[in-house]
């Protein structure tokens, strides 16, 4: 049981880590302006950066 | 290789054929939900430089308003013969009332006509980004493709189909990424590879808004059916008294309505007025609805039913959970509640799902020439 868990593990912690901060800057905006809106900004921000990141990254 | 490991390329290929079908059946109408999606985000924007948003006459800070009533008979003679169904608050100018008409008050939203009151004047100003136009024509094959209940239905089924998608998705991450650092991205292998590892990353970072966006926009299909669950469950034991009353003949006027409805629901804030006959109220009641007056609460709704002849309060309903989880879904589903770089942002994630979908497709038909 043990290597799976660690596999398992090692593919998910950073994308569950993109998932709580996304999550975290949905529900950020929803509670107010101002400081819960720059909140939801980094939490969307971080994905949306990797992402664009990933797709432009240089070839080779 | 031991038995263990066969389950398991047994499971992955289960898995698999989930995530190429499910998202095989729901691209076509995903990319076009993607795509009409994006500039509806910008659509406050893009209605401001065609000018067809409304915009109202300049006048010192403190003209007084006229009372709902005076609006209600300018909005009559506006437009003569048509029936009130609404009248609702702008959100960027307090003195901006929204009043929506139609041939009588039960006839369905999208024939109905939508312009703004001058809450100091009575004056009545067009805007036509709520009756036609552009963003109107991409808000329509966004949300039925024009094609009524059965398009919307549809579309619900496809998110479902889409949330399926990136759930298994995400469960075949981890055989492919077992070997491979996270944002992996083989360059110099194949085209193929390279798309495969786009797929999977872009995917796995959209994953969570995605899951949110689909999810919400199921929920915001349904609408049809959820008003009418309220109005079977919730609204038709408040209204059992009036079952067998006369028809309303004389509908007493609307002035008072937002000092009865906060009498009745302190704290609260008057989001709608629904007149009555609308499927928001009944045949012999206004519904005021009104939402909380914090940031999360104000996206709830209570309606307060006032009696259309006495105004008298017949009842401040309770609010079933579903009418809760549409209502928290219009804005987790349009990105319009944390200013403009939230909208950039969703835009951003937007066109990375196409991308996902988009290499999705790629990677299905490379593997059949195989």
């Given at each position: 049981?043990?290597?799976?868990?660690?596999?398992?593990?090692?593919?998910?912690?950073?994308?569950?880590g993109?998932?709580?901060?996304?999550?975290?800057?949905?529900?950020?905006?929803?509670?107010?302006?101002?400081?819960?809106?720059?909140?939801?900004?980094v939490?969307?921000?971080?994905?949306?950066?990797?992402?664009?990141?990933?797709?432009?990254?240089?070839?080779? | 290789?031991?038995?263990?490991?066969?389950?398991?390329?047994?499971?992955?290929?289960?898995?698999?054929?989930?995530?190429?079908?499910?998202?095989?059946?729901?691209?076509?109408?995903?990319?076009?939900?993607?795509?009409?999606?994006?500039?509806?985000?910008?659509?406050?924007?893009?209605?401001?430089?065609?000018?067809?948003?409304?915009?109202?006459?300049?006048?010192?800070?403190?003209?007084?308003?006229?009372?709902?009533?005076?609006?209600?008979?300018?909005?009559q003679?506006?437009?003569?013969?048509?029936?009130?169904?609404?009248?609702?608050?702008?959100?960027?100018?307090?003195?901006?009332?929204?009043?929506?008409?139609?041939?009588?008050?039960?006839?369905?939203?999208?024939?109905?006509?939508?312009?703004?009151?001058?809450?100091?004047?009575?004056?009545?100003?067009?805007?036509?980004?709520?009756?036609?136009?552009?963003?109107?024509?991409?808000?329509?094959?966004?949300?039925?493709?024009?094609a009524?209940?059965?398009?919307?239905?549809?579309?619900?089924?496809?998110?479902?189909?889409f949330?399926?998608?990136?759930?298994?998705?995400?469960?075949?991450?981890?055989?492919?990424?077992?070997?491979?650092?996270?944002?992996?991205?083989?360059?110099?292998?194949?085209?193929?590879?390279?798309?495969?590892?786009?797929?999977?990353?872009?995917?796995?970072?959209?994953?969570?808004?995605?899951?949110?966006?689909?999810?919400?926009?199921?929920?915001?299909?349904c609408?049809?059916?959820?008003?009418?669950?309220?109005?079977?469950?919730?609204?038709?034991?408040?209204?059992?008294?009036?079952?067998?009353?006369?028809?309303?003949?004389?509908?007493?006027?609307?002035?008072?309505?937002?000092?009865?409805?906060?009498?009745?629901?302190?704290?609260?804030?008057?989001?709608?007025?629904?007149?009555?006959?609308?499927?928001?109220?009944?045949?012999?009641?206004?519904?005021?609805?009104m939402?909380?007056?914090?940031?999360?609460?104000?996206?709830?709704?209570?309606?307060?039913?006032?009696?259309?002849?006495?105004?008298?309060?017949?009842?401040?309903?309770?609010?079933?959970?579903?009418?809760?989880?549409?209502?928290?879904?219009q804005?987790?589903?349009?990105?319009?509640?944390?200013?403009?770089?939230?909208k950039?942002?969703?835009?951003?994630?937007?066109?990375?799902?196409?991308?996902?979908?988009?290499?999705?497709?790629?990677?299905?038909?490379?593997?059949?020439?195989?």
């Amino acid at each position: 049981m043990k290597p799976r868990q660690s596999s398992f593990w090692k593919v998910f912690a950073i994308p569950l880590g993109i998932g709580v901060l996304s999550a975290a800057g949905l529900f950020a905006a929803l509670l107010g302006d101002g400081g819960w809106d720059s909140l939801s900004w980094v939490g969307l921000g971080v994905p949306a950066v990797i992402g664009v990141w990933g797709l432009f990254k240089r070839r080779g | 290789m031991s038995e263990g490991w066969k389950m398991k390329s047994k499971t992955i290929r289960r898995w698999s054929f989930i995530h190429t079908w499910t998202s095989l059946i729901c691209t076509v109408f995903l990319l076009l939900l993607a795509l009409t999606g994006l500039p509806l985000v910008f659509h406050h924007e893009i209605d401001h430089l065609l000018g067809n948003e409304p915009q109202l006459a300049h006048m010192p800070a403190d003209t007084p308003q006229l009372n709902l009533e005076q609006l209600v008979a300018k909005a009559q003679a506006h437009r003569p013969g048509e029936a009130m169904q609404y009248l609702a608050w702008d959100e960027d100018d307090a003195n901006g009332v929204i009043a929506i008409m139609a041939a009588t008050a039960g006839t369905e939203p999208n024939s109905s006509h939508t312009f703004m009151l001058d809450a100091r004047t009575g004056d009545a100003v067009e805007m036509p980004s709520a009756n036609g136009g552009f963003t109107l024509f991409l808000l329509r094959l966004h949300v039925d493709m024009f094609a009524g209940l059965p398009g919307k239905l549809l579309l619900a089924f496809m998110g479902i189909l889409f949330v399926v998608a990136i759930i298994s998705g995400t469960v075949l991450y981890l055989p492919f990424m077992r070997r491979l650092k996270f944002a992996t991205v083989r360059q110099d292998k194949s085209t193929r590879l390279r798309w495969l590892d786009l797929h999977n990353l872009l995917g796995v970072v959209t994953l969570t808004w995605a899951l949110v966006v689909g999810v919400t926009g199921v929920i915001s299909a349904c609408a049809d059916l959820i008003i009418a669950a309220w109005r079977e469950d919730s609204l038709s034991a408040m209204i059992e008294p009036y079952k067998y009353a006369p028809p309303l003949s004389q509908r007493a006027p609307a002035s008072e309505l937002l000092t009865i409805a906060a009498k009745a629901a302190p704290g609260m804030q008057p989001d709608f007025i629904a007149f009555p006959g609308t499927r928001f109220s009944s045949e012999h009641h206004y519904a005021v609805f009104m939402k909380g007056s914090t940031h999360l609460t104000s996206h709830l709704l209570t309606p307060v039913l006032i009696d259309a002849s006495t105004l008298a309060v017949t009842a401040i309903a309770e609010r079933p959970w579903y009418m809760d989880a549409m209502g928290m879904s219009q804005p987790l589903h349009f990105g319009d509640y944390g200013g403009m770089p939230m909208k950039i942002l969703w835009a951003v994630l937007d066109v990375l799902t196409i991308i996902v979908l988009g290499s999705g497709v790629y990677l299905w038909i490379v593997r059949r020439k195989t």
